[in-house]
């Protein structure tokens, strides 16, 4: 079943628009008593019957709605460092298939893409884009969100509410199953660029209690270990059962 998201729904009926409507109406071809799913900011979805048709809106009725049972217990927001090239790409949409919340993505010391602030939010609203397609694709309850970019020291100023912070740090750290309480609900997780880490960077973690951690003995990628953290991390809270 085609599956997208809207902010609300008021009423037994509900008005399709924009890109989604010529979605359904020209690459779906979708037509008249055909079934789509909505899903709404506040967590709940909606197995909809299309009405009708106009040149640019699809008119659907509500049918049954229901708590989405997509999203994981555990609401992960990814600390991405700036990566090369687009890499940042793949990173968001299988970070969104796997079940992130949200993402950030971080300038760090060892950054080598430093796109200027111009650039920043071209390339921020194109991964919001990819981030909505793949929790179209993937089923989700919500569209993660990809906020502005921070340094380093803007980001630790965000931690405080979270129940874990967790660092992968190719130096070593804990083994994720002492960290990760298969209870948490919020958990913050910060992975590097294709440079890693500096020192005092980790440091700077440290002070703000985020805890240092490890993959295994292996290198990963800077694209391969936020995807291996999330997936072990979902694993840790049974969100894979």
Not at 59 to 87: H, N, R, W, Y
Not at 89 to 97: A, F, P, R
Not at 115 to 120: A, N, R, T, Y
Not at 153 to 179: M, N, P, Q
């Amino acid at each position: 079943m085609a599956w997208f998201f809207t902010n609300e729904i008021i009423g037994d009926t509900h008005l399709i628009t924009g890109e989604d409507a010529r979605h359904i109406s020209k690459s779906l071809r979708m037509t008249k008593n055909e079934k789509l799913t909505l899903c709404t900011e506040d967590g709940r979805r909606h197995e909809c019957e299309i009405e009708s048709f106009t040149a640019d809106s699809v008119l659907v009725k509500i049918l049954k709605s229901t708590e989405c049972e997509q999203e994981p217990s555990v609401k992960i927001t990814l600390f991405m460092a700036l990566t090369k090239g687009d890499k940042m790409d793949d990173i968001v949409q299988k970070s969104v298939e796997l079940g992130v919340y949200e993402i950030v993505p971080v300038l760090t010391n060892r950054c080598i893409s430093r796109p200027d602030e111009k650039q920043l939010r071209k390339k921020v609203a194109r991964w919001q884009k990819i981030a909505s397609g793949a929790a179209s694709q993937s089923r989700r309850g919500i569209i993660p969100k990809v906020c502005d970019t921070l340094n380093l020291k803007e980001a630790c100023k965000t931690l405080a509410d979270f129940d874990t912070s967790i660092v992968f740090y190719e130096c070593g750290g804990e083994k994720l199953r002492d960290i990760i309480d298969e209870n948490a609900k919020t958990l913050a997780m910060f992975v590097g660029c294709e440079g890693g880490f500096e020192e005092g960077e980790i440091d700077l973690l440290k002070e703000h209690k985020v805890i240092p951690a490890t993959l295994g003995t292996r290198i990963l990628r800077a694209q391969t270990a936020p995807i291996a953290g999330i997936t072990a991390v979902m694993y840790q809270t049974k969100n894979l059962e």
